[in-house]
Each structure stands twice: as C-alpha cells, then as structure tokens.
C-alpha cells in the first residue's frame, strides 16, 4: 500500500437500527493518493433489493460537496479548551460564527485552486457557508464523472424509491487532493430500516404493568424536576437533528402534551424547522427526540433540523453540519441519536468532523450524541479473535456522549442500574483528553476484572461521560401512543432538556451558557448525578469475555459515565 494517503472520498446514507432505535450512517470509503486508486475499506456492491434501472442521463443533475482545508486548526482547540475550562480566565467568553470563519476559513490558495480546478470542468452553480470551508457545487452527472474519473452513475429502484448511485474507485486530481479534506455526494445504499423496542418478555399480566413506563412525569420524578422548573428566559433554546425521512408530526407532539405533560407548563409546538420537514408517516425516532426533550426542557423554545437524505447526491449528516455553519444564531443544546463504527469511517473524515465540533462548541453550544445501543459492540478480526468496537461520534473528545440505565425495579421509581444495551468503551483513533485521564485512570486501576487488553484501546478517548434512563419509554408517532421504546436516543434528549434548564438560570443571571461541557463535568467528580455502580453492558460473545462488556462501578465507568442527573443540585454545581 502507498504510505502517501492524501484524501478520503465518501458516500453515505442513514438507517434506523431495527435493534437499537439509533441512527446510523454507512459510509463507503475511498481512499486516494495522488491520483492512485486503493480497494475501498467498505462492500460497495448494490443490495439485492435495489434493482438497477439504467445509467444516468449525462446531463441529470448531481451535487457534490467539497471540505476545503481549514487554517489555525491547533489555535480553534486551543480556543475551546480556555472558553471550556471553568478554572481559565477565558471562561466563557465564546466567539461568534463570523469570529470563528475568520479563524478557520481556507487559504486564499486553497479557495484558488479549488476554483479553478471546479471551473476547469464548467462547474460554476456552487454556494459555500459563512465559514467558507465548505463548498456545494451542483453540476451534469457527465461533468462529476469528469471531475471525479472513475465515477460512474446508476440509477436504482426499491419499492417506488429511486436513487443515483456510483459503486466505482474514483480519484481527484493530484493538484488539488492537498486542498481537501474529502468529498461528499457519491452513496451507498440505505439498509431497510423499522424502528422496535426492546419489549417486553412475560406473562400478558406483566405487560400489562410495563404499560406504566417511562413519561414525562417517571423521568421529571427521578430526576427532581418540580412543577416550577420550566423554562422562562426569552433567549435560550434546544434543538433535535433528524435523517433520512425520519420526521415528527406536530399532532403527534400536541397528542403526546396533553396526554402526559399536564403536569408541567410546556410548549405544545415546534418554533422553527430548518430543512425540509417531509410528508409521510411519523418515524419514531423523531419523535422520540422532540417529545423528550421539550417535556424535560419544558417550556424552551425548540428548534428540528431536518434533513430528507433523499436528494440523490446529498449527506443527510454533512448537511446538518453544513446547516450550523451557516446560521449565526442556532440554539444552545443540540442532541443527535446518530453514529457508526469507528472501524468504518476514515480518520480523515472523523478528523474534519472533529474540527466542525470545536467550532460549535466555541460558539457556546453544548452537543450531546447518543453512546450507541451495542455495549461494547464486538468486531470480529479473525475466527480466533475479537475486539470491541467503539462508535463515532460517540467517541469524539468534542462532544457529550450520553449512555442509558434501567430501573432496577421495573415496576417502580427505583435507584437505577445499566441498561445492558448502553454504548460506552474506548477509542481505537483519538487519544484520551486531559479532562478525562484522572478518572479513567482510577477506573482501569480500581476495577477488577476487566476485559482482556487486547479487546480494547487503554489509551483511547473514554465514554459515555454521563446517562439516563434508555428503558420503555412512551411515545406518541401517528397519533397512536406506542410503549416499550428504548436506546440512548431517549436518554440523550432527556439530557439535553434538562441542561438547557440550566442554560435557563444562566442566563437570566447574566452568565454564558454551558458550550462544551465535558472539561466542568470531570471536575465536578460526580456531583450533582446520581452514580450508577450495578450491572454490565453486552460485547462478544466469545470463550474469553462471553458476551460481558465493561461493568458500572463507583465513580466514572466506560457504560453510564458519571452517572445520571440530580437536577437540582447538578443546577446548583453549574451556577458558578
């Protein structure tokens, strides 16, 4: 293999995980160097329910999307670590969008080169964003397979959807590879996604008691939110992600309120959706995330970025990136329930990725992702060998990674255990951050056993850094109340309503808001969250660790992080 690896190209698309109720992106990847093709880490065959209708028209419009080099990337994490750190002087003291597309934007040389090179080839329908680091280009699909040699263009059919596809190796020019992080806008094909719980296993009696599980008012109780504790400050605001024709219906969400937030004072309606909310049924995961975050967020305003995935040359999640660089103002708490193996991803493509975290998170806003619903996961090497398989963005240094819990009682509001599905290990591909290493460290010394060191990267970047409960929950989709539904997508948004209540007192005292969390979280050690200590989460099943992941344990642990909120002494530990 060339030692020289200059540029990832990527193809994507989002799926609903039929076990685990979490978005996940599949990516194809391609990796290129100077020109020379290399074997995709990836299958990029067409699945056997696609059915190939013909070649595209030369001149059927496709749209790609260019990641230019950004500059002063060592000063943008510099800059987060001082406004994040609540012991630095800087605390605080975030920048604005256009304050931060003057630190990052591209080289007048990168943006030259780039330009030429797409107006070489007759592109000229392009629009960038405030941050200028990214370009959108529409063009024919003759002119991308020019620019891109090695494309070539399909269309493909499934149960009345039709979609463009180009399976081929394909390279970028050697001139300009040095001036890109990637390139956006060639899929894969979208798995078939349903979206279940975890259910339940028993008698019809027991499930009768089940049908008391988790609402507003269970989760407000735990967690020690009173009628009073909504929000009232005219400028906060909470936002949702949503992909690939996952929607909410504002009925549903108006149904939901007045069947289970009588209790609370609360907004039955979405302020602003930005993207195109499609029509269709109501997916679950949706809202899911819409209806938990504005009954813990109670009464805060709430933003849905929504994107559909079904424009033919578009990323669903590089567009909601591309949609936060292009908004000045976007609210406070944003909580995505979306991830991938890291194993699948090019550390190219997570790098940049990374870098559009600290952006948002200089800003001042907080963004929390689910930790996953595989445990520890398991990738299998060889017939005699298996390791763990941590998920991306979860393991992101730059973001919040919330994992989930069960009552230890089912029947009743009870202390609360690991949810065995609870994402949560260690990186294979960033290193562990300083904010991180004294309680992680006390976790790999303190607890015994642990898994065998070679399932698991003792140095990588840890999570999940705190959690909530993941386990039947109550959800309204299609105006039909639907129980048991389960995964970190509950618990995340559960998270991010309750510390957008907090960004709430925040401001209304004058202070900033809470941004990246996760350097005040480890020096809270713990306060303000109620620590989990009982259970594993699931990983291989093999002779060695036999289907057990990492175990919860007093203090930090790689399955519930911190532990899960106290709402008002957490509130009290974070109004300093």
């Known amino acids: 293999m060339h030692s020289r690896v200059t540029l990832v190209l990527f193809s994507g698309s989002f799926y609903v995980n039929t076990r685990t109720m979490r978005l996940v992106l599949f990516l194809s990847c391609i990796w290129l160097v100077s ?19 013909e070649r595209v028209e030369p001149l059927e419009e496709v749209e790609l999307t260019f990641a230019l080099k950004q500059q002063n990337v060592d000063h943008l994490k510099e800059l987060l670590k001082q406004v994040s750190d609540p012991d630095s002087p800087q605390y605080g003291k975030y920048l604005s969008l256009e304050e931060v597309a003057a630190l990052v934007q591209p080289s007048q040389l990168t943006e030259k080169v780039v330009q030429n090179w797409l107006q070489s080839h007759g592109v000229k ?46 390279s970028v020019h050697e001139e300009v590879y040095q001036h890109l992080d990637f390139v956006g806008g060639v899929h894969r094909f979208p798995p078939r996604g349903r979206v279940v719980g975890k259910g339940l296993k028993g008698t019809q009696q027991s499930a009768l008691w089940y049908h008391l599980g988790v609402t507003p008012s269970v989760i407000r109780s735990r967690y020690n939110l009173t009628a009073k504790d909504v929000g009232t400050a005219s400028n906060n605001s909470q936002a949702v992600a949503q992909f690939l024709e996952q929607y909410y219906h504002p009925a549903d969400l108006a149904e939901f309120m007045s069947l289970f937030g009588r209790e609370f004072k609360h907004m039955s309606a979405v302020e602003r959706v930005v993207g195109t909310q499609g029509g269709g049924k109501a997916g679950i995961e949706a809202s899911l995330d819409v209806e938990y975050i ?43 329930s979306y991830g991938d193996d890291e194993d699948s991803l090019s550390v190219a493509y997570m790098n940049r990725i990374n870098i559009e975290f600290m952006k948002v998170g200089l800003r001042g806003i907080s ?36 994992g989930g819990t069960s009552f230890q009682n089912p029947f009743k509001i009870t202390y609360e255990v690991t949810d065995y599905i609870s994402g949560g290990g260690f990186s294979n591909v960033f290193s562990m951050p300083d904010y991180q290493t004294g309680a992680v460290g006390k976790y790999l010394k303190s607890v015994q056993p642990l898994p065998p060191q070679t399932y ?50 925040r401001f209304l005292k004058g202070l900033p808001s ?19 200590t009982e259970g594993c989460h699931l990983s291989c099943m093999d002779d060695k660790v036999e289907g057990k ?28």
């Not at 849905?304 to 708490?333: D, K």
């Not at 911190?562 to 008002?568: H, R």
Request: net charge neutral; glycine share 8%; hydrophobic share 40%.
């Open 125 to 170: 329908n392009c629009h960038t964003v405030l941050t200028r680091d990214f370009l959108q280009c529409a063009m024919t699909a003759r002119v991308a397979e020019a620019l891109l040699p090695g494309t070539k263009f399909r269309r493909y059919n499934k149960d009345g959807q039709s979609l463009l596809r180009s399976t081929s190796l394909y």
């Open 35 to 53: 020109g020379e093709l290399l074997e995709p880490d990836q299958d990029a065959s067409v699945p056997e329910d696609w059915i190939l209708v």
């Open 294 to 336: 504005m009954s813990s967020g109670a009464n805060i305003s709430t933003w849905v970025f929504t994107n559909p995935g079904r424009h033919e040359s578009q990323e669903p999640f590089l567009q909601w990136m591309l949609m936060l660089s292009n908004i000045t103002a976007v609210p406070w708490v944003h909580t995505i």
């Open 367 to 402: 963004m929390l992702f689910a930790s996953g619903d595989s445990g520890a996961g398991c990738r299998h090497l060889t017939k005699e060998r298996n390791t763990f398989r941590p998920s991306f963005p979860a393991s992101s240094p730059y973001v919040t990674t919330v």
């Open 549 to 576: 992941g990492f175990c919860a344990s007093p203090s930090w642990d790689p399955v519930t992080g911190w532990g899960t909120p106290n709402y008002p002494v957490l509130l009290a530990a974070l109004m300093d």
């Open 514 to 532: 809470l941004g990246f969390l996760n350097p005040r979280l480890y020096k809270l050690q713990g306060k303000g969250l109620y620590d989990v």
């Open 456 to 505: 698991f990267n003792t140095s990588g970047r840890a999570y999940p850094d705190l959690a909530a409960l993941s386990d039947n929950y109550w959800v309204v989709t299609n105006r039909v109340p639907i129980p048991w539904v389960s995964g970190t997508s509950a618990s995340t948004p559960v998270v991010g309503g309750i510390l957008s209540l907090i960004n709430d007192h």
